[in-house]
């Protein structure tokens, strides 16, 4: 029987209150055994909760009662209690397949759980989807999912999944959509196999099979140094403005069919291409940023407005490509935006007493991907200004992945910790949050192996502006 297991309880909660303690087992929540964490919000909802727990493999009783919405107090340790499901394609592309070895185990894991699609905008396929999910996914309005398509060709999407579901599964897909619940779409392009006219073919697939479709993200794959498929190479740049070119003309398509522009290529695209980011208002709300669409975009306007002074609320870190492997946040299915970081634990808002602005100016570092550090380096005189010092970037090549890994999430702390060894004793360094899950690097790692104190910052133009004008820095800086 699937049982979850407490991670921690929240002082003061009603957890706490009633004696639950970290590695407690929850049994069953109002006498239903849960299957994850989607079901346990469910039965915690109500104002009176009947646990059965287990510690020391006695198990016990308690009636907790609390405000009706109140959240227990309780984090988990899994989001899924009984078994993720796994997948059971074999994608050329698959950037798990591309991780050095001896990185801890949970990051192997390949899901194909549209639990963790729902619960942490993870891609599926949908090839081990079944009647049953049909129905829940249905039945609890599961939604928005994030579903990986790929291509609409059967063959060719057989070919990349390297799976003869691959050729079928999509049909839940039209379903789904069918039955209402909001799906966001991604294409993992892979030069010489799903661009050009396939994905021309695909877009006019979707607009044909699948117009109730949210949005649809179009991304280049991933090559590590790590690959071992030779079919799989990073775009050329011409293959790189093909495909912006390809997207800009079907959003023409579908903005006249539907009245929406529904497909977007990824920023990484336009950096790969040469090409100017499309504007702001181009993005239609930015919904795919955590997929790394429109994300320097939102990071400019809000470095911008933070300058100017006007109050915007960040529009929140994109949690990695790993989040979903690290636990379930104890207030609810999206770890909400808040001062403390729920991945890192630490403080990003209060930093202790102000500090002599006149004295006190020290250099700034900001730390980056190769990629974010082109995002970034326009808004560096900017910066600089409100800095009333000078700030700089400091890209990191990621030598840990090699290949044509350039993005800041993916940074490890053995490439910070290189690139940072040749930076000054007594300046500032910002490292944003998102290279930490839960406090640690990719390589499981914390920032006390870095041979200069940082301050972690929220991956956002607003936390960024703010740190950066920090007069003498964050006292907390860790090392
Ligand atoms: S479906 Fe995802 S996890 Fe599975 S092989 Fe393909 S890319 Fe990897």
Redesign the pocket.
């Known amino acids: 029987m699937p049982a979850a297991r407490v991670l921690s309880v929240a002082p003061g909660s009603p957890a706490e209150d009633a004696g639950i303690a970290a590695g407690d087992e929850i049994l069953a929540i109002n006498g239903e055994h849960l299957r994850d964490v989607i079901e346990y919000q469910l039965q915690v909802d109500a104002a009176e909760v009947d646990l059965e727990v287990r510690r020391g493999g006695l198990e016990q009783q308690l009636v907790i009662r609390k405000q009706e919405g109140a959240s227990l107090g309780l984090e988990l340790a899994h989001a899924v209690f009984d078994r993720v499901q796994t997948?059971d394609?074999?994608?050329p592309?698959?950037?798990?397949?591309q991780l050095p070895k001896g990185m801890r185990r949970s990051l192997y894991l390949?899901?194909?759980d549209f639990r963790l699609s729902f619960l942490y905008g993870n891609?599926t396929?949908l090839t081990r989807f079944t009647e049953a999910d049909f129905e829940r996914v249905v039945g609890e309005r599961l939604g928005p999912l994030y579903v990986?398509i790929h291509a609409t060709d059967p063959d060719v999407r057989t070919r990349l999944?390297r799976n003869r579901r691959g050729a079928t599964s999509l049909r839940w897909l039209e379903l789904l959509l069918d039955a209402g619940i909001e799906i966001h779409g991604q294409i993992v392009v892979c030069p010489g196999i799903n661009d050009g006219a396939v994905l021309d073919d695909t877009l006019l697939g979707v607009l044909d099979r699948f117009p109730q479709l949210a949005t649809l993200g179009v991304v280049p794959l991933g090559v590590s140094a790590h690959s071992r498929e030779p079919e799989m190479r990073p775009h050329t740049i011409a293959e790189a403005r093909a495909v912006v070119e390809i997207v800009h003309a079907w959003q023409t398509r579908f903005a006249s069919a539907l009245g929406r522009r529904l497909v977007f290529a990824s920023d990484e695209y336009y950096l790969l291409a040469g090409f100017d980011f499309p504007a702001l208002d181009a993005y239609d709300g930015c919904v795919q940023h955590e997929n790394g669409i429109g994300m320097a975009r939102t990071f400019e306007a809000e470095v911008r407005a933070a300058l100017a002074g006007d109050d915007v609320a960040p529009t929140g870190v994109r949690s990695g490509f790993f989040a979903a492997v690290d636990g379930a946040p104890a207030e609810g299915y999206r770890a909400p935006r808040v001062s403390r970081s729920p991945r890192t634990g630490v403080d990003f808002k209060s930093h202790g007493p102000e500090i002599d602005a006149g004295s006190m100016r020290r250099r700034v570092g900001i730390i980056t991907g190769e990629l974010g550090a082109r995002v970034l380096a326009p808004l560096v005189p900017a910066l600089g200004e409100r800095a009333g010092g000078a700030v700089r970037l400091i890209p990191v090549a990621n030598a840990f992945f090699g290949g044509n890994i350039g993005v800041t999430g993916l940074l490890t702390s053995a490439d910070v910790a290189t690139a940072l060894a040749a930076e000054p004793e007594g300046d500032r360094y910002l490292l944003p949050d998102v290279v930490l899950s839960r406090g640690r690097f990719l390589d499981g790692q914390t920032v006390a192996a870095l041979p200069r104190p940082v301050e972690i910052v929220a991956t956002d133009g607003t936390a960024l502006v703010r740190a950066v004008a920090r007069p003498g820095g964050d006292p907390q800086a860790r090392s």
Do not use: A, R, V
Not at 93 to 97: E, L, P, T, V
């Open positions: 997948c394609n074999h994608c592309f698959c950037f798990i397949h390949q899901d194909d891609f396929t990986s999944l």
